[in-house]
């Protein structure tokens, strides 16, 4: 199968608004490919701070590091990027949170990952009710080029996040392909937004370097951060109003989510 073929299966957004047919296109499929939102450049300097966190921890295999965005400038500024924030924001509304921020790499070589949905080892979310509610929404920027199957590519299920039965538990042991898994073609800089119950997982990688992706996962204010157990108080003092309000630090004068809870942070003429 070509690559165009490929490319044209995908729920292809643009950056920036929410528009009608995107909201048609997530409720349909769980997701929305965004291609180039950072240009080359860009994205070569993401991929060098990914590196670099996955160089400090030493990792080895398929790895990956979280809360990277407090010593890398360049991760924090795609907390908030604005080809992607306003989509965040026309599905949760103003009151969110960055609950963690994953820089994942897949080794050369590396093999296809396992199916599954995002979620809580401590609690099933499926476990809330049917259909599974949008608890976090990933945003995963593709760091290394992606535009031909097999080069560590996402491995989607459309619409899978609607199913009423889990997928078979032998096809979730063997690792074993889908007629209808789709496979995520993109170029280095594009972004993939989706929703928690898709079913997904890591596609095979053939080539010769490490695979690499920075995934933020925006959730509901009264999630817990899944990468920190607080934020480092270094980078609260340097960072702007809006990633300080997205990580989760903010006045509760009277309740958690009271008559007190802050109004949102965001300002519409940088963020639309």
Same mark, same amino acid.
């Given at each position: 199968?070509?690559?165009? =073929?490929?490319?044209?299966?995908?729920?292809?957004?643009?950056?920036g608004e929410f528009t009608e047919l995107d909201r048609f296109m997530f409720e349909s499929w769980g997701y929305l490919v965004i291609p180039n939102v950072l240009t080359a450049e860009e994205a070569q300097e993401c991929l060098e701070a990914a590196t670099r966190?996955?160089? $400090?921890?030493?990792?080895? %295999?398929?790895?990956?590091?979280?809360?990277? #965005?407090?010593?890398?400038? /360049?991760?924090?500024?795609? @907390?908030?990027?604005?080809?992607?924030?306003? $989509? /965040?924001?026309?599905?949760?509304?103003?009151r969110f949170i960055l609950q963690s921020?994953?820089? =994942? $790499?897949?080794?050369? #070589?590396?093999?296809? %990952?396992?199916?599954?949905? *995002?979620?809580?080892?401590?609690? *099933? #979310? $499926?476990?809330?009710?049917?259909? @599974?509610?949008?608890?976090?929404?990933?945003?995963? #920027?593709?760091? =290394?080029?992606q535009s031909l199957p097999r080069m560590?590519?996402?491995?989607? @299920?459309?619409?899978?996040?609607?199913?009423?039965?889990?997928?078979?538990q032998d096809i979730r042991r063997e690792k074993a392909d889908l007629p209808i898994g789709q496979v995520i073609c993109a170029p280095a800089g594009s972004v993939l937004l989706f929703h928690n119950a898709v079913w997904h997982r890591t596609y095979v990688h053939d080539g010769d370097y490490d695979r690499y992706t920075m995934h933020y996962i925006y959730s509901p204010p009264w999630v817990r951060f899944s990468d920190r157990f607080e934020n480092d108080k270094d980078y609260l003092a340097r960072t702007t109003p809006v990633r300080r309000y997205l990580a989760g630090e903010y006045e509760r004068p009277d309740a958690p989510f009271g008559a007190g809870y802050p109004a949102a942070a965001f300002d519409d003429k940088k963020d639309n």
């Open positions: 199968m070509s690559a165009e =073929t490929y490319a044209g299966l995908n729920a292809l957004s643009e950056p966190l996955h160089e $400090k921890e030493g990792t080895t %295999g398929w790895a990956q590091v979280g809360r990277g #965005f407090e010593t890398e400038p /360049v991760l924090d500024r795609l @907390i908030d990027h604005p080809a992607v924030l306003p $989509k /965040v924001r026309a599905l949760y509304g103003d921020a994953w820089c =994942t $790499k897949q080794p050369a #070589f590396g093999g296809f %990952g396992g199916w599954h949905q *995002d979620g809580s080892g401590a609690y *099933d #979310f $499926k476990q809330l009710g049917y259909p @599974i509610p949008l608890l976090q929404l990933r945003a995963s #920027f593709l760091l =290394t080029d560590g590519n996402m491995e989607m @299920i459309p619409g899978s996040h609607r199913a009423q039965v889990p997928l078979p």
